[in-house]
């Protein structure tokens, strides 16, 4: 099957899974076996530290990236809200200070391309150039987390399709990358740092839309959007075995079926 076919497959997929509902098969079966697709490929794994191709021409073009986060940005957000914002960053040196590749020693290389994941209303408004409305429904908001981690997962899909891997980052600490003080966001022991992003962002002018409002909503990404983590995009060198290329970590069945028992209390 070639790759034209595989993207097309993804991207329909992308809109059914938008829409609410599966592509059906006069059958009643899916039109794309997703399951089957990952039992026959290998290349949805990520791919350890150190184990990626050098070759520069194993690096996705600007095509195919467009193609990637053209599918991303497909995601059915909360409110359309559409708050994450990629930046790809090609440039070898740059990649390495991103991640910080003394940390992490090759965590990328010639042959990879890094992207920056930032999301709006994620800062408090003290951090926050645009003055949020809860009326207007703009506001800070744990759903950007959620809806940036969705259209993360449609990048993925999208990359393998192509026959790329990832390796994520919510830890980039290169240094190009430091904290601009000691504000962070989120809940818990590993909130998001306030990371000096004014590198990829200063002078550039690049604006983020909202999908919902007639007309689109658009907003400043400097000042407004922050950084919550990176992607490694390539493909695993063929010097490495599969096996050693690849985290063999589990991937545990982690849901249930509910139905109501005799320790379930009573509607009311």
């Known amino acids: 099957m070639n790759r034209l076919v595989r993207v097309l497959q993804v991207a329909a997929l992308c809109l059914c899974v938008a829409a609410g509902a599966w592509a059906q098969s006069n059958a009643g079966k899916p039109t794309l076996d997703l399951g089957a697709w990952f039992?026959?490929?290998?290349?949805?794994r990520t791919v350890n530290n150190g184990s990626w191709s050098s070759d520069p021409k194993d690096a996705p073009s600007d095509k195919q990236l467009t193609t990637m986060l053209d599918i991303a940005c497909k995601v059915q957000t909360a409110v359309n809200w559409n708050e994450f914002f990629y930046i790809v960053?090609?440039?070898?040196?740059?990649?390495?200070?991103?991640?910080?590749?003394?940390q992490w020693k090759g965590s990328t290389s010639a042959g990879t391309v890094t992207i920056i994941i930032l999301a709006d209303q994620v800062a408090d408004q003290a951090n926050h150039k645009d003055k949020y409305d809860p009326k207007k429904l703009y506001m800070q908001t744990p759903m950007a987390y959620f809806d940036s981690g969705m259209a993360c997962?449609?990048?993925?899909?999208?990359?393998?399709?192509?026959?790329?891997?990832?390796?994520?980052?919510?830890?980039?600490?290169?240094?190009?990358?430091?904290?601009?003080?000691?504000?962070?966001?989120?809940?818990?022991?590993?909130?998001?740092p306030n990371w000096n992003i004014?590198?990829?962002?200063?002078?550039?002018?690049?604006?983020?839309?909202?999908?919902?409002?007639?007309?689109?909503?658009?907003?400043?990404?400097?000042?407004?959007?922050?950084?919550?983590?990176?992607?490694?995009?390539?493909?695993?060198?063929?010097?490495?075995?599969?096996?050693?290329a690849a985290t063999q970590h589990g991937r545990p069945r982690n849901y249930a079926f509910w139905a109501?028992?005799?320790?379930?209390?009573?509607?009311?």
């Open 39 to 44: 039992a026959a490929n290998e290349n949805w």
């Open 89 to 102: 960053v090609r440039d070898p040196a740059e990649q390495e200070a991103i991640i910080n590749g003394t």
């Open 153 to 192: 997962g449609f990048l993925n899909l999208a990359a393998y399709s192509l026959g790329y891997s990832t390796h994520y980052f919510a830890s980039a600490s290169g240094k190009s990358i430091t904290p601009v003080d000691k504000t962070t966001y989120g809940f818990g022991q590993y909130p998001t």
């Open 198 to 244: 004014s590198r990829f962002l200063k002078g550039r002018n690049y604006v983020r839309g909202w999908g919902f409002p007639d007309p689109e909503a658009r907003f400043d990404v400097e000042g407004n959007s922050v950084m919550i983590g990176a992607v490694v995009i390539g493909k695993a060198s063929p010097s490495v075995d599969a096996t050693t």
């Open 260 to 268: 109501p028992d005799r320790s379930t209390p009573p509607l009311k």
